[in-house]
């Protein structure tokens, strides 16, 4: 459609946000339609009488809320998954840091519905979810947290689980309840930057172990024992984030024996353990009695939901839990736990899952298409590859030189808990970035790969 022209007038911020809002809003509307090419921005810039770099920016800020794709020689066209609410606020597309590790955003329009279909249900009954509960999960939330725990294998008792405001701050009340300051928590060596920054605040010293294929080393475990007296071991056993390992049902039972020995408690993150549909069973199914498990709704249904289930080791545990957790946070958002029920009782849990495993091994193999097999680690269903840099490329000479793609590449600085940083960076497969764009970033950086920094650096 090269003769659209932009009714500015309907927008009085900054000209280039008003273009951007300009698409969304004809997007929604129908005047552009999936496909269509927008005007080169110096024939749009002459129509409007604005200057050149307004239309750029204005085009940028579309292709950051994913309503438009610029591509090289050909010009800026609508994307296929941009349709928009009409009364959708164009100012919340795109909200999302690419730092982070993300599972895939449902684009099918059919599930979206499904998905706010559970929001209506549940703003009928909105002014008791208003209200201060109690902490840990109304009975009918345990329930469903106990179904939903169900899939990975753990029957608890209602006693023994509890619905918190995310992970993080699950994380933050069971350290705190395990160790004191300047003692110490065994992790990997390559491990989870949260718990990084977690530990650094409680004051707890982090101790990183030596891993295989497999996972931490059950010997580098026992010698860690006897040198640091640790108070808990630290894991993300399935899909571990950065380097996508999962931890095999035999080594697992294997760590599980050597912390059981010395009564050690185990802080499991499972973050991606819902992810597989046949992985190893959790370590909390292997040893209950010592293992604080946390069945995060992050990275299998969604992150804004802000909700995790912790499975206490016991009974008693659970109360100094619950009141280490409710000193930090009061309870988690009735809301969105409300929300979160519904999905699981309905089934719409298990389908955004269902999309999120299929969408993350399609963006695998787009993946594997561009770098060759043993230079990298990934899973089939990770959503994040754990590339190795070569040709005198420095980690953050690479993350600078490829943040123009859109794809969240983060250096391993961040992932290592001792000594120096190897010259790797997590590149992100997941989010709201669809996979033309995805195939895209991946080949410019292999390209890049390809050559050194000193080629490279004229189109810095």
Excluded at 276 to 291: E, F, K, N, R, S
Excluded at 318 to 334: D, E, N, T, Y
Aim: with cysteine; proline share 7%.
């Amino acid at each position: 459609m090269k003769d659209w022209r932009p009714d500015l007038a309907r927008n009085d911020g900054p000209l280039y946000l008003a273009i951007a809002d300009a698409i969304a809003q004809d997007i929604a509307q129908g005047v552009l339609a999936v496909g269509a090419r927008l005007p080169p921005q110096r024939k749009l810039a002459a129509m409007l009488g604005v200057d050149f770099t307004t239309v750029a920016r204005g085009y940028v800020e579309a292709g950051k809320r994913g309503l438009i794709e610029s591509v090289v020689g050909r010009g800026s066209f609508v994307r296929s998954n941009a349709t928009l609410r009409e009364d959708g606020d164009p100012r919340r597309q795109q909200l999302a840091d690419f730092s982070m590790n993300m599972p895939p955003e449902p684009d099918d329009p059919e599930l979206v519905a499904r998905m706010q279909d559970g929001f209506v249900s549940v703003a009928r009954d909105l002014l008791p979810l208003l209200r201060y509960q109690g902490f840990g999960g109304a009975p009918m939330d345990k329930d469903a947290a106990s179904a939903w725990l169900g899939r990975r294998a753990l029957v608890p008792a209602q006693e023994r689980i509890f619905v918190t405001p995310g992970a993080h701050p699950a994380l933050v009340g069971i350290f705190s309840l395990l160790a004191r300051t300047g003692e110490t928590v065994l992790s990997e060596a390559i491990t989870y930057p949260g718990v990084r920054s977690i530990t650094a605040q409680l004051g707890l010293n982090l101790v990183g172990l030596e891993t295989d294929g497999d996972g931490i080393l059950p010997e580098a475990l026992e010698e860690a024992v006897q040198r640091h007296r640790p108070k808990a071991l630290y894991l993300n056993p399935t899909l571990q984030n950065p380097t996508t390992v999962t931890i095999p049902e035999r080594r697992r039972s294997e760590i599980c024996a050597v912390a059981r020995r010395h009564r050690l408690s185990i802080v499991e993150d499972d973050a991606y353990g819902f992810i597989p549909t046949h992985g190893p069973p959790p370590l909390a199914a292997i040893a209950p009695d010592i293992c604080w498990h946390i069945a995060g709704l992050a990275k299998c249904i969604g992150a804004g939901l802000r909700l995790a289930y912790v499975v206490a080791p016991d009974a008693r545990a659970g109360w100094s839990f619950s009141a280490a957790l409710r000193a930090l946070s009061v309870m988690a958002s009735p809301v969105t736990v409300a929300v979160a029920t519904r999905w699981i009782e309905d089934g719409t849990a298990d389908t955004i899952l269902r999309f999120i495993r299929a969408e993350a091994a399609a963006r695998e193999k787009l993946a594997s298409q561009f770098f060759e097999p043993g230079t990298y680690l990934s899973d089939p269903l990770s959503f994040n590859i754990w590339l190795p840099l070569g040709n005198g490329w420095t980690r953050s000479a690479f993350a600078s030189y490829v943040r123009r793609t859109g794809i969240g590449v983060v250096v391993s600085d961040v992932f290592t808990v001792a000594g120096e940083p190897s010259e790797i960076v997590r590149v992100g497969l997941g989010g709201p970035i669809s996979r033309e764009r995805l195939r895209a970033g991946l080949e410019f950086m292999a390209h890049a790969l390809e050559g050194s920094p000193q080629t490279a650096a004229a189109f810095f």
